[in-house]
């Protein structure tokens, strides 16, 4: 099949190709001659072809294709003879506006020429008057001036011989600036003939321009007169050909003496209006702004007036108006060791920059707006730097209210410790962010300038801020010794005498900083703080939540242990002294509960007191069914209990068999879990660490009978209160079964209390401990 369909293909072609040129118009067009590139839009150029153009048309349109196409080209030729005809029409109209103006110049230059003429010759004519009369007043003209010169010469003279009169009355009247210009003026004339004719005139105007002299320099050197009263004088003088450069060094003393204090000024501004009321605020703020503007006026003034009798003290004059502003800030640094509102700190700012831009209208050369921005920078930092220590001061002060009274704290001191700290530490940052917004929204140039900077110093500030806080937590909680900086605080604080409350507090607002306190910061600085700052995208501001709130988990959780230890360093003194004061060997035969049950219960009481306020409830646990050591212990009571029915030495020999056999069929128990920030979490933990110190001393301790006895007292009254307080029974019933056992190892003579005995032993300590606690509550009540 495929051989047949290739020679009818072939056919195919020859049959199209012969019809193709029968119906072509061209030959060429049929022959596929036409050239490459050929278009319909090369209508407009000059090289068309339109045989070509019309051969190519054909070729492509359909008939009805070429009639539309020939209604286009003749509405397009229609539009074409239109605009031409216009375009004739316009340029003729123009030709004939040419021709038009072209005869009215030629009918109005006719008539100029001899216009021109009769001007020229009025001209003529009034030249010929003009230089009549000027020789007919020629003579008289010499006449006059020579009069008029006369009598300017006389009155000169008549001016050198009033000359000292003048002065006197010049000198009577201060009218200094007079004196010396009637002086200056007749300098000259005293030079030309003063040793001559005018002698005695010149000696008495010497003697008056002494006196002038001597007036001047006292107005120079006083304190009482104005800067401008002085600088008048200081130019009288220069005037006077006085040497005045001698004065230049003593009156650069007297400027540099006059900033003292006007840099004092602007923090009594700002103090004055700090302690002033709302009523009082208006009065104070127009009074003191009204005399510091008069001092900064003054001292620009002065630096004007400087200028024109010193034009060589340029770079002095710089340099005291570069130290007026290094001094502004640096008195404002020094009033940031107190705490400064962020109105008052930007009221300085004002002032300040307000100073500079009237020293620069006077001393433009100094630059002083730019040398203010570089050494301000210092001093903004310095001021966000301090309200993060003042910060830090007022969440340490907060802490340090917990102070340790007999042992245990005040009822809810702990809780109102812990709210001030947290109140201290999240309305505190809210306040700073505030005031740090305000320095970021003020439209002073000076802090328009320094925005990407100062949102770097805050974020640099919160990091370093709660670096801070956590170091200054450690050392509250006694964990690293004070350094030299903060000897201020570890003054009222003693290591020895730290508070396991001060702790617990302290693991609390661990928690609360990395669960609150940093996240409701990072929004805010998100909110306000978020710009790049001056480190640019490629270096990121250097807070860093992540890592803040991963340093605060670990320290709540170190502080949490810590309270811990404290605590059950406490019992263990208990119980060291306890276990180490009798002799165990001659142990008498048990009465009643020991004493050191009690102060057990009361540690134990005390811890629940402080967690109480402190930490949250938690779900409480009963582990017994978690694994079989209730069984186990039940089962080895029953077992005891039977045993008591033997003799001593078969009851002992029994009771050491049973028991170990109990520890081979008993399921472990997990005795030390994760410590949890609940109140039963940490008491249990506490009891079980106590047990575990207890089971320890009886373990280094030989009994006799009497001594194992009072220990199976003292035990089987905890149980009761141990399991009310503590969440996991089973591992409290373990713990005290370990006691038991470990106590029964060793004794010499292991031969428990008769039940009855032991029931009524702790009947009359629970009757006696319910007495006790009625009498107490009783007073409280009342």
């Known amino acids: 099949m495929a051989i047949e369909d290739a020679p009818l293909d072939d056919k195919a072609k020859r049959m199209r190709d012969l019809l193709s040129s029968f119906y072509a118009p061209d030959p060429s067009v049929a022959a596929g001659s036409l050239p490459k590139g050929a278009s319909l839009d090369a209508i407009n150029t000059d090289s068309f072809d339109a045989d070509q153009y019309m051969n190519l048309l054909v070729q492509r349109a359909n008939l009805e294709g070429l009639l539309q196409k020939h209604v286009e080209m003749a509405a397009e030729i229609k539009n074409l003879d239109t605009d031409l005809q216009m375009l004739v029409y316009e340029n003729y109209n123009k030709f004939i506006s040419a021709t038009d103006a072209i005869k009215r110049m030629k009918s109005n230059i006719v008539g100029m020429e001899a216009n021109m003429e009769q001007l020229l010759d009025k001209i003529m004519s009034v030249q010929s008057r003009?230089?009549?009369?000027?020789?007919?007043?020629?003579?008289?003209?010499?006449?006059?001036?020579?009069?008029?010169?006369?009598?300017?010469?006389l009155r000169k003279v008549q001016f050198i011989y009033d000359l000292p009169a003048r002065l006197g009355k010049c000198i009577k009247a201060e009218a200094y600036a007079d004196a010396v210009r009637f002086y200056t003026g007749a300098m000259p004339i005293f030079k030309a003939y003063g040793e001559s004719s005018f002698q005695d005139c010149k000696r008495a105007s010497e003697e008056a321009v002494v006196t002038i002299t001597k007036n001047l320099q006292g107005k120079l050197f006083s304190d009482s007169e104005s800067i401008?009263?002085?600088?008048?004088a200081a130019v009288l003088l220069k005037q006077l050909d006085f040497p005045v450069d001698g004065l230049k060094v003593r009156l650069f003393e007297k400027l540099e003496q006059s900033l003292g204090g006007l840099q004092v000024k602007i923090w009594?501004?700002?103090?004055?209006l700090e302690e002033s009321n709302d009523e009082q605020e208006n009065d104070l703020q127009l009074g003191f702004a009204v005399a510091h503007d008069a001092s900064v006026h003054e001292f620009v003034e002065s630096v004007r007036a400087y200028r024109v009798i010193f034009p060589d003290s340029e770079s002095q004059l710089i340099k005291l108006s570069e130290d007026l502003i290094t001094k502004h800030f640096l008195i404002t640094e020094q009033h940031m060791k107190k705490r400064v509102s962020t109105a008052t700190f930007l009221r300085v700012l004002r002032i300040i920059w307000d100073d500079v831009l009237l020293i620069d209208q006077v001393l433009p050369e100094a630059l002083l707006h730019d040398y203010c921005f570089k050494v301000s920078q210092s001093a903004i930092k310095q001021y966000v730097s301090s309200m993060f220590s003042h910060l830090l001061d007022d969440v340490s002060g907060a802490m340090m209210k917990v102070h340790p009274q007999q042992n245990n704290v005040v009822e809810e001191q702990l809780q109102v410790a812990l709210e001030a700290g947290k109140n201290s530490l999240l309305k505190g940052s809210m306040d700073l962010l505030l005031g740090f917004r305000q320095l970021l929204e003020d439209n002073l140039d000076l802090l328009v300038k320094l925005r990407e900077l100062i949102t770097d110093w805050v974020q640099a500030g919160f990091?370093?801020?709660?670096?801070?806080?956590d170091t200054r937590f450690l050392l509250l909680s006694g964990r690293i010794k004070s350094s030299p900086q903060d000897q201020s605080l570890s003054e009222g604080l003693q290591s020895e005498k730290i508070s396991s409350g001060l702790v617990l507090v302290l693991a609390q607002l661990c928690v609360f900083v990395e669960q609150t306190a940093i996240p409701r910061i990072t929004e805010e600085i998100a909110a306000s703080f978020s710009s790049s700052g001056a480190r640019g995208y490629e270096h990121r501001p250097v807070f860093h939540?992540?890592?803040?709130?991963?340093v605060f988990?670990?320290?709540?959780e170190k502080f949490l242990h810590q309270y811990i230890n404290m605590r059950t360093h406490r019992i263990s003194?208990?119980?060291?002294?306890?276990?180490?004061?009798?002799?165990?060997?001659?142990h008498k035969e048990p009465r009643e509960v020991h004493m050191f049950v009690d102060l057990f219960l009361q540690e134990l009481e005390a811890v629940g007191s402080e967690v109480k306020q402190i930490l949250s409830q938690g779900v409480r646990k009963h582990r017994r069914s978690?694994?079989?050591?209730?069984?186990?212990s039940s089962l080895s009571n029953s077992l005891r209990d039977d045993k008591l029915r033997r003799s001593n030495t078969q009851r002992a020999r029994s009771q050491l068999l049973e028991t170990h056999l109990a520890k081979l069929f008993k399921q472990k128990v997990e005795i030390f879990t994760k410590v949890e920030f609940t109140r039963e979490s940490v008491v249990t933990t506490i009891i079980k660490l106590g047990l575990k110190s207890l089971q320890e001393f009886v373990r280094l301790q030989t009994l006799n009978r009497s001594g194992f006895q009072q220990i199976q007292l003292d035990i089987q009254f905890l149980r009761t209160p141990l399991k009310e307080l503590a969440e996991d029974e089973a591992a409290i019933d373990f713990l005290l079964d370990e006691v038991i056992v470990g106590a029964s190892d060793r004794c010499l003579d292991p031969t428990p209390l008769e039940p009855p005995i032991l029931d009524k032993l702790i009947h009359a300590k629970t009757a006696e401990t319910k007495e006790q606690n009625s009498s107490v509550a009783s007073p409280t009540s009342q």
């Open 130 to 153: 003009s230089d009549g009369v000027n020789n007919s007043l020629f003579g008289k003209r010499e006449h006059i001036e020579k009069l008029h010169r006369t009598r300017n010469l």
């Open 573 to 586: 003194v208990l119980l060291r002294k306890r276990f180490t004061t009798p002799n165990w060997i001659k």
């Open 228 to 232: 401008q009263t002085r600088a008048e």
């Open 553 to 556: 988990q670990s320290a709540s």
């Open 268 to 272: 009594d501004i700002a103090d004055a």
């Open 463 to 469: 990091q370093q801020f709660f670096e801070a806080l």
């Open 545 to 550: 939540p992540a890592e803040i709130s991963r």
């Open 626 to 632: 978690e694994s079989n050591g209730s069984t186990t």
